[in-house]
């Protein structure tokens, strides 16, 4: 079965720099994206960053641009955010996100890490 691990998260003052990790695992094939999502107390999950297998797209939420970095490995097996100059305001619990397949495609979610930044 395919599995999403995550790594990376933690406590971390304002300014600080974290690095989290999603390697995947199992029948995953044609990865077309992976991505970041994070969901905060109180608010809806939303879409941190995302990497697109083909071209290589990237993109952010506005919140974190100038801040945050996506990448992938060559294998395509592995996504990593890399999140420098924290805030207050990120502290939430990120997942990894990987859509793949070719009609249909399909969604993986990884468990979900704990990133607390304090002031």
């Known amino acids: 079965q395919v599995q999403l691990v995550e790594s990376g998260g933690g406590l971390v003052q304002a300014g600080g720099s974290l690095r989290l990790s999603c390697a995947a695992s199992g029948n995953i094939f044609s990865i077309n994206a992976m991505g970041w999502y994070r969901q905060a107390p109180g608010k809806q999950r939303e879409l941190v960053a995302v990497?697109?297998?083909?071209?290589?797209?990237?993109n952010y939420v506005d919140s974190v641009k100038g801040r945050f970095t996506i990448s992938r490995d060559n294998a395509e097996n592995t996504v990593y955010l890399q999140m420098n100059s924290l805030k207050p305001e990120d502290t939430a619990v990120y997942y990894c996100n990987v859509v793949a397949g070719r009609m249909p495609t399909w969604s993986y979610w990884g468990q979900g890490t704990q990133v607390t930044v304090s002031s």
């Open positions: 990497v697109t297998s083909g071209s290589n797209t990237t």
